[in-house]
């Protein structure tokens, strides 16, 4: 299927001022409720963990100092089929640069990609061997931050993977390249491996969302003795994802129109689920995983762009009839390009090895010593040797 596309564009983020302004002045006069009896958050976030944090947003948090960091790196923006994708486009210096599309999830945003951006690209400005550069593509998913406004439905990973294809082939030109990501990001580049395998060179997946792989049907007996952590995760992690995926998948409409007209309501929604699926537990300190700036950052840039409602919607269009699209084609694995797994002990959703060996074309599984849901803005270090590492041999 062909597309249209325009010329892609260099893109600068300039928020108006009076937009900053008026931002500190909604977070400086909340409306507070209650909140009797939830020390331990047992009836959500509690108010005086979000106060102190929404008085930094409003008094020491400066938008501007984040946004001229953003505007460092190469921003583009293109329409594909009159919808609106912001990307990065940042071009490798070693000799032979692996072009690699990176995607992101909810409640994330492109930004959580920042850190491994520079080492992908300059391997050797970060002590690695230039041979490993990459040139990195990060979008923002339709409907997220600066790829807005959304005014097509039926986006859910499926009809993003068919854009991503577009984006990198059509419009950047770039015959084969490699996909990765987290959260709907990695379902999303298992899509595209899985929809244009001639054209991928590798896959690179942390949540185990896979075409024809039905999760809800997997049992505690089908992980391995060595993999009865993966089952006692899931049991903690399942109550902290029900709320937020049932309400996305039936009605995003509902509460966009409360966390679109209130910061603070956005900031609890979005920033309640770093600290739930974060792997900062052990050492006791979630601002030392996700300092305040980048969490800012984070509903700054949802808020800024008004893009919360749009980008709960991802749910709904992915899950038609309660279930995710069947595999475009019956052929065995479902994922036939070469594919890695990395598998952060903290992750939302877990998957048997054997079952993964017998959906995809395994090449590589690594059990990662630390890290939760947002693997490049909690462990960038650990991505970025993955990725090297598993991509070193498909150059």
Known sequence: MTRSVTRPEPFTVAIPDAEVDALRERLRHTRWPGDAGNPTGSYGVELPWLQELVRYWAEDYDWRAQEKQINDLPNYKVEIDGTPIHFVHARGKGSNPV?????????????????????????????????????????????????????DTGFGARKIAEYWHTLMHDVLGYERYAVGGGDWGSTTSGEVAHGFPEHVIGAWLTLPNIPGVRLWEITADDFG?????????????RPTIQSHSTV?????????????????????????????WGDWKDDGDFFALFDRDFLCTTASIYWFTGSIGSSMRIYHEHYTNGAPPPPRHDRRPAIEVPTAFAVFPKELLLLPRKVAADAVNLQRW?????????????????????????FRTLR
Do not use: C
């Open 99 to 151: 072009p690699i599309i990176l995607s992101h999830g909810w409640p994330w945003t492109f930004w959580d990609w920042r850190k491994v951006i520079g080492p992908l690209t300059d391997p050797a400005a970060y002590g690695g061997d230039p041979a490993d550069s990459f040139d990195v593509v990060v979008p923002s998913m339709p409907g997220f931050g600066f790829s807005t406004p959304l005014t």
């Open 225 to 237: 003795p060595d993999e009865k952590w993966m089952v006692e995760q899931a049991a903690l992690a």
């Open 366 to 390: 690594t059990v990662m010593p630390k890290g939760g849901h947002y693997p490049p803005a909690e462990q960038p270090d650990l991505v970025v040797a993955e990725l090297r590492e598993f």
């Open 248 to 276: 996305h998948r039936n009605e995003p409409q509902t509460l966009a129109y409360a966390l679109t007209d209130s910061p603070v309501g956005l900031a609890a929604w979005i920033l309640g689920r770093r600290r739930d």
